[in-house]
């Protein structure tokens, strides 16, 4: 039964980080974007682009 | 964060949803480890079940959102439809992957192997394969339009199918059958897991769409920005309506709009 | 719906005058059927299964083949603009190329089967193999002919096309083996459920790829 345990947490744990791993992963598609934005602002300022 | 709307409102939203994910997800598993009773059969690692039913239930759900947005896209040729469509398909992805984990690991205890032709984890494993075909079309299709109508072409024709595999599994099951299925005391769910089963449900959906809230957002970010590379792309100098619109969409007023 | 009789008949001539790839689906078809025997035991004891099962295999990639092929010629040789520009429907395109797929697929079981039972002492002549067979290929080319048009304008056609068509053929393949299985151990008249499966599989699918053809064609 203990060694049951084990599975129980590994399957709990794999989720957990997996579900926080692509938190983590929309975390950086939204700073990637703000940075784009924020080079695309900065293209709209110098003339002739 | 690019937005239209007022951020206040939105933003709002994501976070409500988020918080209320977090507690109604907490409840579930503290439920899960403590207040759920311990099967008879199967011991403690049949509180897998908390995590592994409710990851099918997103599974499916999300299956059945791509599909929606497919439709939509077919129908209206609406972007909007499209993000909705490839948003879910990505979170449907993520927990399909975690069902074959979860239910692996679920099942290495109860079988004896870490995996068993079981009708259920079997169309998961062939709705896998459906997720990722509907990634590697939009991938190698060559343009994000093409990518868009084929990938719609096949959130309907893999969501239809999506029930015909399962039944035809089932039959063929009849006929080849195996041991235990990866079940919790079949129709005769104790109130104390049925309770226990909901809450998690409740809290996972919400987390989906949490997820789902910010993913479109993200995604109507992205389509923007192509949008407006292509516009900069294709008329350098730009004449005044394009760069007004340019300038609304980055929250910039254009002094130079003359020209 | 003459038209559509048209195209099938120009994909027929285009075929047996170039003699593309037909010719080779039917020797891939065989080998795969002689390799069998290399890979299973099918002189003795439970061989009904993996005969069937074997023989399926082969229609399957065999299919996979043509189909591939299918519809990526076209598009490299720019005739599929062509048809395009013709004043035809998405839809009687669609049904131009999944006849003429199902008869290639179909002319392949048809040197299959007899091949399969000189080797085998297996019953594949027994009319409703040829009946479960034409009901398969039916299903299996119309996704095939909706996919290879999705994989043709891609860079990864080849692995593409099969990617997306074998999961979603899945019933088929169920559907096939088990009735074929069946109809070699005894009469076959448990069989039937299975070809209401297949006939219903055929139906769905091949209404479902005729309507969003159409998607999937305009450039």
Known sequence: MDDNLGYLFAAFAVTWLAIAGYL???GQQVKGL????RMLNEGDDSPGV | MMQRKPANRSDMLVTGLGVLAVVVLTLGIFMAFVYAPTDRDQGDAQRIFYVHVPMAWLAYLAMGVVFIGSVGYMWKRSARMDRLARSSAEL????????????SIWGRPIWNAWWQWEARLTTTLILWFIFIGYFMVRAYAGDAERG???AAVLGIIGAIDVPIIHQSVKWWRTLHPEPIVLDTAGPNLPDSMLVT????LAGFTLLYAFLMVLKMQIEWARDVLAERELTALLAPE???AERRTVATVSHKVSGAAED | MRRVWALVWKDLLVEFRGREFLGAMVVFALITIVTLNFAFDLSRGDREAPGAGGLWIAFLFAGMLGLGRSLAVERDRGTLEGLMLCPVDAGTIFLGKFISNVMFIVIVQAVSLPVFYGLYNLPSLRPMVLLIAVIGAIGFAGLGTLFSAVAASSRAREILMPLLLFPLAIPLVIGTVQ?????????GADAWPWFNLLAAFDVIFVTL???LFDLVLEE
């Open chain 1, 24 to 26: 983590l992963y929309i």
């Open chain 1, 34 to 37: 703000r940075d784009e934005v």
């Open chain 2, 92 to 103: 449907g992805f993520l927990f399909t992957t975690l069902v074959l984990i979860t239910g």
């Open chain 2, 148 to 150: 868009a109508r084929y």
């Open chain 2, 197 to 200: 089963l909901l809450v998690c």
């Open chain 2, 238 to 240: 730009g004449n005044q």
């Open chain 3, 179 to 187: 009735a074929t299985t069946l109809i070699f151990q005894g009469d």
């Open chain 3, 209 to 211: 790829s005729y309507v």
